[in-house]
Nanobody, 124 residues
């Protein structure tokens, strides 16, 4: 499994970015995908998840109403649209895939494969 994130960068507070995660070497449409982030000196935290079909989504409270996760199964790609960005959103953002899980949404420990991350910096 290979996951490659892109779309990160430097943006001013209140701005927007769209992250992409291209997946390969898996039957993408069968699996839940998630986004996580890790800021310097902090633990990795869950951001958003989307079901295999795209019909169910789940968000961390800190991003609810500002971020939107989506997927294009024909392109093997999951997206994270980030609006109204705040300095506290600054982090390395990772996508991940989970093969099996007990309950929706999957816990962080249930994700099996991870990308290398893309840096998002929100600063004026």
């Amino acid at each position: 499994v290979q996951l490659v994130e892109s779309g990160g960068g430097l943006v001013q507070p209140g701005g927007s970015l769209r992250l992409s995660c291209a997946a390969s070497r898996l039957t993408f449409s069968n699996y839940v995908m998630g986004w996580f982030r890790q800021a310097p000196g902090k633990e990795r935290e869950f951001v958003a998840a989307i079901s295999a079909s795209g019909g169910n989504t789940f968000y961390a409270n800190s991003v609810k109403g500002r971020f939107s996760i989506s997927r294009d199964n024909a392109k093997n790609t999951v997206y994270l649209q980030m609006n109204s960005l705040k300095p506290e959103d600054t982090a390395l953002y990772y996508c991940a895939v989970v093969r099996t899980y007990k309950n929706w949404p999957p816990s962080g420990e249930e994700y099996d494969y991870w990308g290398q991350g893309t840096q998002v910096t929100v600063s004026s």
